[in-house]
């Protein structure tokens, strides 16, 4: 399990959008894999496993706290800082990814993380998020297309200066 925590705190700052919360949800998930473990058939799925877990618990706090949606959250931009050692148009263009992505609506931000950053097959990301493969796959073609057209909006708008 300790292996998956850094993987389980990024996922639960995607979700959350603040440390706090992401830690307590990290705990949460722990306390619970702890208290089910004799659910686990084999050891290859214990991340997508800890990540359902992850997901489930998130979707209860919200459900608890009445969906409570934007009240005590603040901006990740923080966190996301490309790294020092990128170029300027390095910085520039992560910083402009990072907007797009975050203007997503949150079930294709969800899809689009695990899928795109954790590697997760679309399968894995369907069980996880508990939906239909096809719900993944709608999702994050959706979400391709709304990157898409922004660039492609981004770029027009340089071509004609």
């Known amino acids: 399990m300790s292996q998956c925590l850094a993987r389980l705190w990024r996922y639960a700052i995607v979700l959350s959008h603040k440390?706090?919360?992401?830690d307590d949800l990290v705990q949460s998930t722990c306390v619970r894999a702890l208290e089910r473990c004799a659910q686990v058939?084999?050891?290859?799925g214990v991340d997508r496993w800890l990540f359902s877990i992850l997901h489930s618990v998130w979707v209860n706090e919200l459900r608890a706290q009445h969906v409570r949606q934007g009240q005590g959250f603040v901006d990740v931009d923080?966190?996301?800082?490309?790294?020092?050692?990128?170029?300027?148009e390095d910085r520039h263009w992560h910083t402009q990814v990072m907007q797009r992505v975050k203007?997503?609506?949150e079930a294709q931000r969800n899809a689009v993380f695990l899928v795109y950053v954790e590697g997760f097959t679309y399968q894995e990301a369907a069980m996880t998020l508990s939906v239909p493969i096809g719900t993944i796959m709608s999702r994050l073609a959706s979400a391709r297309l709304?990157?898409?057209k922004n660039t492609g909006m981004s770029s027009r708008q340089g071509e004609k200066k």
């Open 146 to 148: 709304t990157l898409a």
């Open 41 to 44: 058939k084999e050891s290859a």
């Open 103 to 105: 203007r997503l609506p």
């Open 78 to 88: 923080d966190l996301d800082e490309p790294a020092e050692t990128f170029t300027f």
């Open 19 to 22: 440390r706090d919360v992401a």
